[in-house]
């Protein structure tokens, strides 16, 4: 191969990886951000950036603007995701006022008695809900008609009485 040939290899090359470099939602690294700044500062222009650095130029439009926005004085990072915790739905208020007032009541009777809010909510899904609320089911335990103590005082009454 000739230097001629090497250059045109070269060439190729860095054409082939700047065209891979660019792509929807490519997630930039610091380095790559902290090069795009500095290349906008030292007034290059956006075309010479998104050459130099390969990336699309939205992506270069939208690291200049958070710069200019945030100042211009650190390299600007992704933001972190905030993880909230959840906000009380309706549906969630609706269980909980329905399990204080009556703890016997069923999942399916949630369900039956709010079709608006639980209609095409599955029951196994309510369940899970309740379960998660930190409610465990309450089954009213049999009681039987006479307790042994009772027996034997109802024995005693009669033998006392016959």
Sequence with gaps: MG???MDKWEELRTEVLSSLNMGKNKYLSQETIAQIIALHKASDQTKEIIELVGVGKTSVCKWVAISKKEGGCDTPGHKLSKKYPKKASRATNVIKRQL???PCVTARKIK???L???GEVSVRTDSRHIHDLGYTSHHPVKKLLLTLNQRRRR???CKKYL
Excluded: I, P, R, T
């Design 112 to 114: 039956e008695s709010n």
């Design 116 to 118: 608006g809010l639980f």
């Design 3 to 5: 230097v001629s040939d």
């Design 100 to 102: 204080e007032h009556n």
């Design 155 to 157: 024995v005693k009454f």
